[in-house]
């Protein structure tokens, strides 16, 4: 359990498998997240969508909450509390102004059990893609956030991000433009677009920035007929793969050194050399 934070923190990124059994999607998260704090975690993140994977996107409406409300804010409040971390919540449906169209929330609790910060999903998977789903339509049943995102915390100003979202290298220029010196993003990529895209766009989106990128994802086969690609991983600013887990349920840790990526955004002052 961390019972104190360094300067360079421990990050653990969960991968899961999540069904459409909500409790059971609880439980295996809050496994992991012990599991994660007893092996010295600072800050645990969580995969999008962690909590509930309907079998169609209309089941997961018992499942939505009020902001401030529900028993995954109090599940991750109270871990947070209890074992003195960090938590990057995933994402969740959270209630907005139109009944059919929740947001994707993402939610930052931090080690005193308080949320402190949440983004909302701002690009929705709105695509053709050759798979046994074959169609998504994300803002069907999701309503997009309208801006970027950053949190304090005892390592500096982290980003956050959304699956989707990694697909426009504009809002991580803007975190970073912004001070952000990590980005994080729980994700559920589609094992065909994964296959191809997701790491060298995560490795972009750190390259470009010179930011540590945390990438927690869903990872198997699921209960509704959706396969995602999986691979959580934890990647440096110049590009390298620190760690990462290929396909199923489990955890992903790594430390991160900050004065590394300090020394190393000064002798390579690339974010300086921006001309348009």
């Known amino acids: 359990m961390a019972s104190a934070h360094s300067t360079n923190p421990q990050i653990a990124t969960l991968q899961m498998v999540s069904s459409a059994d909500f409790n059971q999607n609880l439980n295996d998260a809050k496994q992991l997240i012990i599991e994660a704090a007893e092996k010295g975690a600072d800050l645990v993140v969580l995969p999008e969508y962690f909590a509930i994977m309907s079998i169609k996107e209309t089941d997961k409406f018992p499942f939505v909450e009020k902001h401030g409300d529900g028993p ?132 972009a989106r750190a390259i470009e920035n010179l930011c540590y990128f945390v990438a927690s994802a ?21 590009g390298e793969t620190i760690a990462e887990l290929a396909s199923g349920a489990g955890l992903v840790m790594a430390q991160l050194d900050l004065a590394e990526q300090a020394k190393l955004r000064k002798e390579f002052p690339v974010l300086a050399h921006k001309k348009l």
């Open 72 to 203: 995954l804010q109090s599940m991750l409040a109270e871990l947070a509390r209890v074992y003195k971390i960090w938590i990057v919540a995933g994402s969740h449906p959270i209630v907005s102004n139109e009944q059919q169209r929740p947001f994707g929330r993402c939610y930052v609790i931090n080690d005193l059990g308080e949320t402190v910060s949440w983004y909302d999903k701002v690009h929705l998977f709105d695509v053709q893609v050759e798979d046994s789903q074959g169609s998504y339509c994300e803002s069907q049943y999701t309503k997009a956030g309208t801006e970027a995102v950053y949190f304090d915390s005892p390592w500096g100003k982290i980003g956050l991000a959304i699956c989707y979202d990694i697909r426009f290298p504009e809002l991580f220029r803007q975190l970073s433009e912004q001070g952000c010196n990590i980005f994080i993003m729980p994700a559920a990529f589609t094992y065909k677009t994964g296959s191809v895209h997701w790491e060298v766009l995560i490795k």
């Open 218 to 238: 869903q990872g198997g086969k699921h209960q509704n007929g959706r396969e995602t690609w999986g691979h959580s991983c934890i990647v440096s600013p110049w």
